[in-house]
Nanobody, 120 residues
Framework: QVQLVESGGGLVQPGGSLRLSCAASGSILSIHAMGWYRQAPGKQRELVAAVPSGGSTNYADSVKGRFTISRPGAKNVVYLQMNSLKPEDTAVYYC??????????????WGKGTLVTVSS
């Protein structure tokens, strides 16, 4: 069974920084991409940033230049460094992994989410 566990959310003032972490564990055969999505109250879940294995990173226009996604050594951990946070960044942030587990088809897996609140 595959699990994605996020950490690092919390309350931060506008202009501040947070770093989110996500670790994938379980019977993983291969990881094709990892990324972060977010869902604000009353809105649809949206892509924040993603990093495919062997490919270039992808960011939402709203976070370019402020957020940085990294996956050191293309392992099963992904980070999201968030700088210059704005109130509109307030949302539940979800870790996502496109992977193949032993005995299963390739599919998307999701963490339970971590709340980021940007407020003074």
């Amino acid at each position: 069974q595959v699990q994605l566990v996020e950490s690092g959310g919390g309350l931060v003032q506008p202009g501040g920084s947070l770093r989110l972490s996500c670790a994938a564990s379980g019977s993983i055969l291969s990881i094709h991409a990892m990324g972060w999505y977010r869902q604000a109250p009353g809105k649809q879940r949206e892509l924040v940033a993603a990093v495919p294995s062997g490919g270039s990173t992808n960011y939402a226009d709203s976070v370019k230049g402020r957020f940085t996604i990294s996956r050191p050594g293309a392992k099963n951990v992904v980070y999201l460094q968030m700088n210059s946070l704005k109130p509109e960044d307030t949302a539940v942030y979800y870790c996502n992994a496109d992977l193949k587990a032993w005995g299963k088809e390739r599919m998307d897996y999701w963490g339970k989410g971590t709340l980021v609140t940007v407020s003074s």
